[in-house]
């Protein structure tokens, strides 16, 4: 069985958007992550080295975020999983991103994927 940290209404800015407008502005953009992993080897020896951890993956993301000046969510979210994915060894994530202020009459508006592979799993 496997186990999900997991980070929730991480907020950050960012250059996003398809209007001329959009593309002169910084955006508030809020996500959250579910990442596998196996609790069990860090919480045998109490060791940062055998954990993901959290605050790293939310300063990555802020970086990414802050620096990228995609068009579309769509773009963004694909490479922040590919980065994830990568620089933190994971085998499944799941990420939400919502963009607040697209919709006037929403809440927000957004994108969630998923991406690895998820045998092993379980539906907790």
Same mark, same amino acid.
């Given at each position: 069985?496997?186990?999900?940290?997991?980070?929730?209404?991480?907020?950050?800015e960012?250059?996003?958007?398809?209007?001329?407008?959009?593309?002169?502005?910084?955006?508030?953009?809020?996500?959250?992550?579910?990442?596998?992993?196996?609790?069990?080897?860090a919480?045998?020896d109490?060791?940062?080295?055998?954990?993901?951890?959290?605050a790293?993956? %939310?300063?990555?993301?802020? /970086?990414?975020?802050g620096? +990228?000046?995609?068009? @579309?969510?769509e *773009?963004?979210?694909?490479?922040l %999983?590919?980065?994830l994915l /990568?620089?933190?060894?994971l +085998?499944?994530m799941r @990420?939400?991103? *919502?963009?607040?202020?697209?919709?006037?009459?929403?809440?927000?508006?957004?994108?969630?994927?998923?991406?690895?592979?998820?045998s092993?799993?379980?539906?907790?």
């Amino acid at each position: 069985m496997t186990d999900r940290i997991f980070i929730e209404g991480l907020q950050t800015e960012a250059v996003i958007g398809v209007y001329d407008w959009e593309r002169t502005i910084r955006q508030p953009l809020v996500f959250d992550l579910e990442l596998a992993t196996d609790a069990a080897a860090a919480a045998t020896d109490d060791c940062i080295d055998h954990a993901i951890d959290y605050a790293a993956v %939310a300063q990555c993301v802020i /970086q990414e975020v802050g620096r +990228s000046q995609y068009q @579309l969510l769509e *773009t963004l979210v694909e490479h922040l %999983a590919a980065i994830l994915l /990568q620089q933190f060894n994971l +085998s499944w994530m799941r @990420l939400r991103v *919502t963009k607040p202020n697209a919709v006037p009459e929403a809440r927000g508006v957004g994108l969630v994927i998923e991406r690895g592979s998820r045998s092993g799993l379980s539906d907790r």
